[in-house]
């Protein structure tokens, strides 16, 4: 059968698995392990000590010798194919030239701050200044207040989210060169020189983004590095998951913007027939809050992760935001944190947010300002954007009004997906009603439910989210409500669910085609009506980028399926060989496909050829 989706068999991307392995039996007894059963499988070994990362330490390594290379060494001893011993030689090249690169960009980094070593106890607080000043001309300039000819408002907020993930990478480094409770300065006043000794770090540090890529892509896809003409040469070689990791990126800023306008046009109409004043702080906490009921839904707010109810990590971002506005008009263009930024000391925060909302109590608001502030298990300032500086906690305004309470919470919490305690299995059934309610509204489609209790002795069940009937064919549509990937990380890990969301498709639907007595009684239809073919539906809520057909499975995101929808006005009235066309191939993502291209990106030491997006939005 023709695949016209990529593959998402790779190993590779069932990391997660290798991961939870580890944490059973400790890092060291589990690498002994899986180099003793190498022999019996070397690519499923390659998967996992790949996967896992564990040879290279990005921020401390400070040589390039393989940790591991007595285990090696004993590996290629034993008797092999020569196809296995150059896959084993090629990962250990591989590692090394990692290693070396890593180990040369930390040298260039410690030189760089070694050269403030003076004012060593002033580095953070320096950063954070020179950072919300990069911040604020960025957003002057996506905002159109600021015009630059050297870079467009959709570059300036390409940059903008750059730097915000840039600057979490460079905090987890700055916090293993510095420790946090020997930084002062938050009330020191500071010269551009000084700040400026800070940029060249942050921009030379910058630099590495391209190698940290390389890292991510070499884990969980595939590279090929070079040495030609004393340049180093890193090559994506797999460009379909490196195009679809940039194309579903750009495609979920699209789809946000777009839903967001909706949202906007609605509220400002709402706000005006009710005579409220209309402010920018307004609109964007009822944007925040209709994206969070709309992915949420409304009868789930009371959901508890970490004990704290969903509907308050809601209110406690919006607490930053709204304090971030209010500091924003007020606040003086002087070189300091304290003018800059807002700074109060942890039981400051906590009163000020129980202020806000009085449904939060003083534990929930200690379980709240920790998770917001960063430490070396953030992932961006996003995630935790409170920074602490001895007994402050500091708060980037420009930053903080950018951030959207639903990309934060899914974020913060998309480690505790399988935890128990943290349940994320209610967005699954509020993605199901989603599309149910736009098949009626749209298509004039009454989708329903297929549920069958099996009472032999297996004693299990069958069931598939959705199922419908149009002309003679019988589509049958899973609906997975998997979190937004952004980093190539998450982009794996949403390959391997893609994997196991079409296995368990395709249990259920072949118990459903072989007893269509039970479809045709769960959908209401006549048990003489006549069903010719039956098609695979697997619909996510995360935006891909790309889709097709896997196996037998037709993988579409919601995002393009409610594009297709909104331009018929009655899906019942529609061929299935429509239906199916558009499945085949989904214009929006072959639009922003033709917006991307393989270029040779030359900036810094190492020459690195991967996609890149080359024509901007209109």
């Not at 391209?210 to 180093?232: G, P, Q, T, V």
């Not at 419908?468 to 899973?478: S, T």
């Amino acid at each position: 059968m023709d695949t016209h989706f990529y593959c998402t068999k790779e190993r590779n991307f069932d990391y997660l698995t290798y991961e939870n392995e580890i944490k059973k039996i400790g890092k060291r007894k589990y690498i002994e392990k899986i180099f003793q059963e190498a022999e019996f499988d070397y690519d499923l070994f390659l998967a996992k000590i790949t996967s896992l990362g564990v040879e290279i330490d990005e921020i401390t390594i400070k040589n390039e010798e393989n940790p591991y290379q007595k285990y090696y060494t004993e590996i290629l001893n034993n008797e092999m194919s020569i196809k296995d011993k150059n896959k084993i030689k090629s990962h250990l090249k591989q590692v090394e030239a990692l290693n070396g690169f890593f180990a040369e960009s930390n040298s260039k980094s410690d030189k760089e701050l070694k050269k403030n070593s003076k004012q060593k106890k002033y580095m953070l607080v320096k950063f954070i200044i020179f950072l919300e000043l990069q911040l604020s001309i960025l957003e002057e300039i996506k905002e159109g207040k600021i015009i630059d000819e050297s870079i467009s408002p959709e570059k300036a907020k390409h940059t903008f989210d750059s730097y915000i993930f840039s600057s979490g990478n460079i905090l987890k480094y700055l916090m293993y060169f510095v420790q946090l409770d020997e930084q002062y300065g938050c009330n020191r006043i500071f010269s551009e020189k000084d700040v400026s000794e800070i940029a060249n770090f942050f921009i030379g540090y910058r630099e590495r983004d391209n190698l940290m890529d390389a890292f991510e892509y070499w884990k969980y896809s595939k590279i090929e590095i070079n040495s030609e003409s004393n340049k180093n040469t890193i090559n994506f070689l797999d460009e379909a998951f490196n195009r679809a990791v940039l194309v579903g990126n750009y495609r979920y800023k699209n789809f946000m913007w777009d839903i967001e306008k909706d949202i906007t046009s609605k509220v400002a109409q709402k706000m005006k027939s009710e005579k409220s004043v209309v402010t920018q702080e307004s609109v964007d906490n009822s944007i925040s809050r209709e994206l969070c009921l709309r992915h949420f839904g409304r009868e789930n707010m009371t959901e508890k992760f970490l004990d704290v109810e969903l509907t308050k990590w809601i209110d406690a971002i919006e607490f930053l935001k709204g304090e971030s506005f209010n500091y924003s008009i007020k606040r003086k263009d002087v070189l300091s944190v304290n003018n800059l930024c807002i700074v109060k000391k942890e039981f400051e925060w906590k009163k000020k947010l129980m202020e806000f909302s009085h449904a939060i109590s003083d534990n929930e608001a200690e379980v709240i300002i920790n998770k917001l502030t960063f430490d070396k298990k953030s992932k961006d300032l996003v995630d935790a954007p409170l920074i602490k500086i001895k007994d402050k906690l500091i708060l980037l305004p420009i930053l903080t009004k950018q951030m959207r309470p639903l990309s934060a919470i899914l974020s913060m919490f998309s480690r505790y997906e399988k935890d128990t305690k943290n349940n994320w299995g209610f967005k699954e059934y509020v993605l199901e009603a989603r599309i149910k309610k736009l098949l009626d509204k749209s298509g004039n489609i009454h989708a329903v439910r297929l549920h069958k209790y099996i009472t032999d002795q297996t004693r299990n069940e069958k069931e598939t989210d959705l199922a419908f009937v149009l002309e003679d064919d019988l589509f049958i549509i899973e609906c997975k409500n998997f979190n937004q990937p952004y980093t190539v990380r998450e982009h794996a890990k949403t390959n391997g669910k893609i994997r196991e969301a079409i296995t368990q498709l395709n249990k259920s639907a072949n118990f459903f085609e072989e007893h269509l007595d039970v479809v045709k009684e769960q959908l209401s239809i006549n048990k003489d009506k006549s069903i010719k073919a039956t098609h695979r539906i697997l619909l996510t809520a995360a935006i891909l980028g790309v889709a097709g057909k896997q196996e037998n499975v037709w993988v579409v995101d919601e995002a393009s399926f409610m594009k297709f929808l909104s331009k018929k006005r009655n899906l019942s009235e529609i061929p299935v060989e429509k239906i199916l066309n558009f499945l085949e191939s989904q214009v929006s993502i072959k639009n922003m496909q033709k917006k991307i291209t393989r270029v040779w990106d030359e900036q810094g030491d190492i020459k690195y050829h991967c996609v890149e997006k080359i024509i901007e939005d209109i």
